[in-house]
């Protein structure tokens, strides 16, 4: 008897430690719709059935408001995913609008993302998912774009949800949807002058997220996969190369001068952009740990289960995380 009550416990803590599988999925965030075949497969294998999909962004110029970055496609090979779409609005796009231009910027935003769907011959969900970053002044017309976009496109409207908006959700309110998808990275500002990783930090993350398990609304989890740099010119202004990892510059243009953090030597074009001998850059990678670790975490946080997003489908950065993509 002793023997089966110890087997038993062994069996309770082995369950309770165990490492909680979650389905995954893939945000796609490029211009131009295509896939490798490594790209391909990553997809293919993936649990989750949508691919959510950057269709465009939403920003003001004047006292007008238009699509920029309009997703084209170059592969027209099919895919075995429903397409989510996407849309990118900035939050200076709701400073000031009026109640009309709202229901219009609903009827333009769902208008442009049938055109593209028609062009783009996908397979849609049922769903279109808003990302804006929204603020205590803006949330009113914001969330009254969610309620009008829900009545005239019939779909079901999701939105993104910023760290921020966990911990003050009192100040930042609830949108006016049924489930949301937290980004758990944008940890600060990659603009500031900080030894923290900007893209995500853990000890920021756990802070953020403390009382997660509060939020009343449904939440998946969107987690990143991708790198950058961040270039100091001699005057300490700051820019931002995206998809540059510390390899790219293990090489003789370069001076280590500390841990991810490299010297230009010689005056020339880099990833695309000119930089001048002793600009400093600083390269911010996400090793898969942390987000094992960002997992767990919100793993003993929530109490139901949840799908993973990772932002974004690219070999460049999904090569790197062999554990988590498998």
């Known amino acids: 008897m002793k023997k089966l009550l110890y087997l038993f416990l062994l069996l309770l803590l082995w369950s309770c430690n165990k490492n909680i599988d979650h389905d995954y999925g893939f945000y796609y965030w490029r211009s131009t719709f295509g896939l490798n075949q490594e790209e391909s497969k990553l997809l293919n294998q993936s649990k989750v059935e949508n691919l959510y999909t950057r269709f465009f962004d939403i920003q003001k110029s004047g006292n007008n408001y238009e699509a920029v970055g309009i997703l084209k496609r170059k592969d027209t090979s099919k895919i075995n995913k429903i397409i989510v779409p996407v849309v990118f609005i900035t939050n200076e796009t709701w400073y000031k609008i009026s109640k009309q231009d709202v229901t219009l910027l609903a009827q ?6 049938n055109e593209i769907s028609k062009k783009m011959n996908f397979d849609l969900a049922n769903e279109i998912q808003i990302d804006s970053d929204w603020t205590k002044g803006t949330k009113d017309d914001y969330f009254l774009f969610l309620k009008e976009l829900q009545r005239i496109s019939k779909r079901d409207i999701t939105s993104t949800l910023r760290l921020h908006q966990v911990r003050d959700k009192k100040t930042m309110g609830v949108p006016p949807v049924k489930k949301m998808y937290l980004m758990c990275y944008s940890t600060s500002s990659p603009l500031e002058k900080s030894d923290k990783n900007s ?4 000890k920021l993350l756990r802070s953020y997220l403390s009382n ?9 989890i969107a987690l990143p996969i991708y790198s950058w740099a961040i270039v100091t010119n001699h005057l300490g202004k700051h820019k931002l190369i995206n998809a540059v990892k510390t390899s790219d510059l293990e090489n003789s243009n370069f001076e280590k001068v500390g841990e991810n953090n490299y010297k230009v030597l010689k005056d020339d ?13 600083k390269v911010e990678e996400i090793p ?9 975490f919100i793993d003993n946080k929530l109490k139901y289960p949840y799908q993973i997003v990772y932002y974004h489908l690219d070999s460049q950065f999904t090569q790197h995380y062999k554990n988590i993509l498998k």
């Open 108 to 113: 333009k935003t769902f208008d442009q993302v």
């Open 199 to 202: 893209i995500l930090d853990l």
């Open 212 to 220: 997660i398990e509060d939020y009343p609304l449904k939440l998946d």
């Open 269 to 281: 074009f880099y990833f695309g952009m000119y930089l001048n001998k002793g600009f400093e850059i």
């Open 288 to 296: 898969e740990s942390d987000i094992e670790e960002s997992i767990n």
